[in-house]
């Protein structure tokens, strides 16, 4: 450590002069933005919501959607892996024989409850037939239950992967028996 380092009242100052700096800087732009009108000064590093949207990064994880064969069964063989990898324990997999003898096994029942999900993705990464996905767009989901936020096989099966622009291209319908 330097001597002058050794004196925390001088690092200190330094890190005032640095916060002050920004401070007057994004001040400046900010009454150039507002006050005069100047729409081409942008302001600070904040996003004016909700005129501008913040972009989310392509690698996004939104909410969870299970993919469909082309004759429309899920593409889920039941294998309980994603089940197995979740450290929130969220997911409920219930399995059963599919009734093609080329397919050993299907979920009867998958629901994951996002009251308790964590969004880290294991469940994705440890799916052998990439039948869970994390690419819907859809941010802003609630409800006034926590029988709301299990989402079962049927509704995850409904849901589509977001459109190019990240803007999700179904809605979420909860069932009129969900409803609160």
């Not at 401070?23 to 009108?37: E, I, K, P, Q, Y």
């Not at 450290?87 to 009867?108: M, R």
């Amino acid at each position: 450590m330097k001597f002058r380092q050794r004196f925390y009242l001088a690092e200190v100052l330094i890190g005032l002069g640095v916060t002050a700096a920004h401070f007057f800087v994004n001040l400046g732009r900010h009454t150039a933005h507002h006050v005069f009108g100047r729409k081409t000064v942008p302001g600070a590093v904040t996003f004016q919501y909700p005129e501008e949207r913040r972009p989310y990064s392509p690698r996004l994880r939104s909410l969870h959607r299970l993919v469909r064969r082309e004759d429309g069964s899920p593409r889920c063989v039941a294998c309980m892996m994603c089940e197995t990898v979740c450290p929130a324990h969220c997911i409920y997999i219930v399995a059963a024989e599919h009734p093609n003898q080329d397919i050993e096994k299907y979920p009867e029942r998958f629901d994951i409850d996002l009251g308790k999900c964590v969004f880290c993705g294991y469940c994705v990464e440890a799916c052998p037939e990439d039948a869970i996905r994390m690419d819907t767009g859809i941010l802003e989901f609630s409800s006034y239950s926590r029988l709301g936020m299990i989402y079962t096989k049927e509704t995850l099966l409904a849901l589509e992967p977001a459109g190019p622009d990240g803007t999700p291209r179904s809605p979420i319908s909860i069932p009129p028996d969900r409803r609160p």
